[in-house]
């Protein structure tokens, strides 16, 4: 059973998901949720609707709240401002919902957590009734349609497929 709607692009780690993604966006204006792209080799959070640029990687040990994995550390408020954004826009009429990324911190339910979760419950119920978009890794694929119950979502697994869906 295909979910329509839903799609999930999925490459390996550093293979240029986040750029095809900003191409994919580049133009658009019916686009909700957010995206991670580098900025001088530091993640910031995009977030899409008003396409407004927040710090979200630090390199130092710093002074506020952080999120670490792996070897990356991430401002706790961006992360609070990322899940705020996914609540606040599946409750609008948003055509889209991006969400870069699903990862290891959401398997552990840190991250993006509980916004995520909840914004796919209200898909799933036809609360949200966009379509959406999550960026995941390909070696995590797996755990997280088992995780968030994805199975019979569109994987896509290139900047030429996402590029054909509208």
Same mark, same amino acid.
């Given at each position: 059973?295909?979910?329509?709607?839903?799609?999930?692009?999925?490459?390996?780690?550093?293979?240029?998901?986040?750029?095809?993604?900003?191409?994919?966006?580049?133009?658009?204006?019916?686009? +909700? +949720?957010?995206?991670?792209?580098?900025?001088?080799?530091?993640?910031?959070?995009?977030?899409?609707?008003?396409?407004?640029?927040?710090?979200?990687?630090?390199?130092?040990?710093?002074?506020?709240?952080? &999120?670490? &994995?792996?070897?990356?550390?991430?401002?706790?408020?961006?992360?609070?401002?990322?899940?705020?954004t996914l609540l606040n826009d599946?409750?609008?009429?948003?055509?889209?919902?991006?969400?870069?990324?699903? +990862?290891?911190?959401?398997?552990?339910?840190?991250?993006?957590?509980?916004?995520?979760?909840?914004? &796919?419950? =209200?898909?799933?119920? +036809?609360?949200?009734?966009g379509r959406m978009l999550l960026?995941?890794?390909?070696?995590? =694929?797996?755990?997280?349609?088992?995780?968030?119950?994805?199975?019979?979502?569109?994987?896509?697994?290139?900047?030429?497929?996402?590029?054909? &869906?509208?």
């Amino acid at each position: 059973m295909t979910l329509p709607n839903l799609y999930l692009y999925s490459a390996p780690v550093h293979s240029g998901k986040t750029t095809a993604l900003m191409t994919w966006a580049k133009d658009r204006t019916d686009l +909700g +949720g957010f995206l991670a792209p580098d900025l001088d080799g530091l993640r910031y959070l995009l977030t899409l609707r008003d396409r407004q640029q927040h710090p979200f990687q630090v390199k130092e040990p710093a002074h506020e709240p952080v &999120i670490a &994995i792996c070897r990356y550390q991430f401002r706790a408020d961006t992360f609070a401002l990322a899940q705020q954004t996914l609540l606040n826009d599946a409750r609008l009429p948003t055509p889209w919902l991006v969400v870069d990324e699903v +990862g290891k911190l959401e398997l552990l339910n840190q991250g993006h957590e509980p916004a995520l979760s909840e914004v &796919i419950h =209200l898909w799933k119920t +036809g609360e949200y009734s966009g379509r959406m978009l999550l960026v995941v890794r390909s070696e995590l =694929l797996f755990d997280v349609v088992e995780k968030y119950g994805l199975h019979g979502a569109q994987v896509l697994s290139s900047p030429e497929e996402l590029a054909t &869906i509208a």
